[in-house]
């Protein structure tokens, strides 16, 4: 009698395992569609942010005519143009919103 008990605790922690394993594998294997446009649209946020605080560092510590300037500039465009490119929308770092409309200004930071 005493084997029978075990081979019932041995057959009910197999299937307990076979469960939790097929639940696992069946929520790894789900496709993340919806995470994957969220991270796009964070990384393009992420992007346009760094860049902007980039041209504002070199405003800062080079001025407004520099070189560094410049570049930081172009880089911030480029930024803008990947994400309008990839999604049709911009982040405005400055306005912490997103821009449905290509409407930035190059210059924006100038008038700063």
């Given at each position: 009698m005493t084997t029978h008990t075990g081979e019932k605790k041995?057959?009910?922690r197999s299937l307990l395992a076979a469960a939790a394993m097929?639940?696992?594998?069946?929520?790894?294997?789900?496709?993340?569609?919806v995470a994957?446009?969220?991270?796009?649209?964070?990384?393009?946020?992420?992007?346009?942010a760094k860049a902007d605080h980039?041209?504002?560092?070199?405003l800062e510590h080079?001025?407004?005519n520099s070189r560094q300037a410049d570049h930081?500039?172009?880089?911030?465009?480029e930024a803008r143009e990947r994400c309008w490119k990839e999604h049709?929308?911009?982040?405005?770092e400055d306005g912490h919103r997103w821009h449905n409309d290509r409407d930035w200004d190059d210059h924006d930071?100038?008038?700063h």
């Open positions: 041995f057959l009910r097929f639940g696992l594998l069946a929520f790894v294997a789900t496709p993340r569609a994957h446009g969220y991270d796009d649209y964070n990384r393009c946020q992420r992007r346009v980039k041209l504002h560092e070199a080079h001025g407004w930081a500039r172009h880089e911030l465009r049709h929308r911009w982040w405005d930071h100038d008038r």
